[in-house]
C-alpha cells in the first residue's frame, strides 16, 4: 500500500509560483512512477506530468512544458511539482499518484494509489 499526502497548494496572483510536494510512504519507492493531475471546478482530471523514481526520466502534458517542472528527493521519498508563471486557468486541485508502470501515465485509470490533493487558486 501507498501512502501519498500532497501540500503547498494556495492562493497566488497571475505570474507567481508554487512548489507542491507529494510525501509517499509505505513502498518500495523504486519501482514507482509518479504522476501529478489537476481536476478544475467542473472537468474531469487532467495529466500534468510525472516522474520515474528509479530514473528521474520525466514527461509532461504540452500544456505545462516550460512552465511546470517535476522531481523528486530520494532521500525525503517526496516528489515535488515547480509551477511557474502561473495562469487563472491554472485554477484546480493538484493531486499526486503513483503507480508501477512507466508505460501508462497519463490517464488517471493507470493510477491505483492517490493522495488527497491540494488547491490551487490563482487570481487574476
Known amino acids: 500500500q501507498v501512502q501519498l499526502v500532497e501540500s503547498g497548494g494556495g492562493l497566488v496572483q497571475t505570474g507567481g509560483s508554487l512548489r507542491l510536494s507529494c510525501a509517499a510512504s509505505?513502498?518500495?519507492?523504486?519501482?514507482?512512477?509518479m504522476g501529478w493531475f489537476r481536476q478544475a471546478p467542473g472537468k474531469d482530471h487532467e495529466f500534468v506530468a510525472a516522474?520515474?523514481?528509479?530514473?528521474?526520466?520525466?514527461y509532461y502534458a504540452d500544456s505545462v512544458k516550460d512552465r511546470f517542472t517535476v522531481s523528486r528527493d530520494n532521500a525525503k521519498n517526496t516528489v515535488y511539482l515547480q509551477m511557474n508563471s502561473l495562469k487563472p486557468e491554472h485554477t484546480a486541485v493538484y493531486s499526486c499518484?503513483?503507480?508501477?508502470?512507466?508505460?501508462?501515465?497519463?490517464?488517471?485509470?493507470?493510477?491505483?494509489?492517490w493522495g488527497q490533493g491540494t488547491r490551487v487558486t490563482v487570481s487574476s
Open positions: 509505505g513502498h518500495t519507492f523504486s519501482t514507482l512512477s
Open positions: 499518484a503513483a503507480n508501477s508502470n512507466w508505460q501508462r501515465i497519463t490517464t488517471k485509470n493507470d493510477y491505483p494509489y
Open positions: 516522474i520515474s523514481w528509479s530514473t528521474g526520466n520525466t
